[in-house]
């Protein structure tokens, strides 16, 4: 027991004593950035922010201040810390202008808005102020080494905002029969058609939009259901004109199906 103890009050004094606790401690400014240094080198970055936390303020605008905020920029991104880590890096390149590391620092800066980015079904702003910040990169740096990592980082990115606005539309199809309505999900893949006209939801927002279609003229008045049923056949024509071959090409048949035996009705 006693060698525990002894074991445990020279571990106490020990690192109570270690040149970081002192760094952390002591006034003395070119100590704390020596031992900031020699932590981020050894890529102890949890411990290195905290060194330069005490240094930013005091260092700001001396000579050693340009490498300082390089390191503490770098540790918020490897300890995975991006808003801190995307702010400081943005604020470095604005500093800096003249850096070697500016370029590094504005990709750094955007690619670290991109990890923020959510799963699609999220909240996207981040996913969109990352967009915004890697195309601003690419523009202004169109010879940069990073310009592939950015540009595939864009792809995958505004596949994730594709995917989140065609969720959304196909949520009004969905949701059409309990809102007793299904103009809106009509009209929700209209737009997303629209929007991203290449997109590879196309088949699906086509499909959705004829389901919407049909089901909007089964379930309708008399008065309109003619011209709906109309609509609808028309919306089967452009998904099978997109793909004679659709996926939905089992349950768009049937539903082609009804439609004709309605408006059978209407030529009598």
């Known amino acids: 027991m006693n060698k525990i103890l002894y074991i445990l009050l020279f571990s106490v004094l020990f690192f109570s004593c270690s040149p970081y606790q002192k760094a952390l401690k002591s006034e003395?400014?070119?100590f704390k950035y020596e031992i900031a240094t020699q932590k981020y080198e050894k890529k102890k970055y949890s411990k290195a922010i905290r060194l330069f936390e005490q240094l930013a303020g005091p260092n700001r605008g001396k000579p050693q201040a340009e490498k300082l905020f390089y390191m503490f920029a770098q540790s918020y991104y490897k300890t995975e810390q991006y808003y801190l880590a995307a702010y400081q890096f943005e604020s470095y390149a604005a500093t800096y202008p003249k850096s070697e590391h500016r370029e590094e620092a504005y990709f750094l800066a955007a690619k670290s808005y991109s990890m923020l980015s959510p799963v699609y079904s999220l909240d996207q702003t981040d996913t969109d102020k990352a967009v915004d910040k890697l195309q601003t990169f690419i523009n202004?740096?169109?010879n940069s080494e990073h310009f592939a990592e950015a540009n595939k980082i864009i792809v995958e990115l505004r596949d994730k905002l594709?995917?989140?606005?065609?969720?959304?539309a196909k949520q009004y199809n969905t949701t059409g029969e309990y809102w007793h309505s299904y103009n809106s999900a009509i009209k929700a893949l209209d737009n997303f058609i629209s929007d991203y006209p290449g997109t590879k939801y196309k088949e699906d927002a086509l499909y959705y939009?004829?389901?919407s279609y049909y089901k909007l003229a089964i379930n309708s008045v008399a008065s309109k259901m003619e011209e709906r049923l109309i609509n609808a056949k028309t919306a089967y024509t452009g998904l099978v004109r997109?793909?004679?071959d659709t996926k939905y090409k089992k349950e768009a048949e049937e539903k082609l199906g009804l439609i004709e035996i309605e408006?059978?009705?209407f030529s009598k």
């Open 162 to 168: 594709e995917k989140k606005a065609f969720e959304i």
């Open 28 to 30: 003395d400014l070119a």
């Open 242 to 244: 997109f793909n004679p």
């Open 140 to 142: 202004t740096y169109p």
């Open 209 to 211: 939009k004829f389901d």
């Open 263 to 265: 408006l059978q009705k």
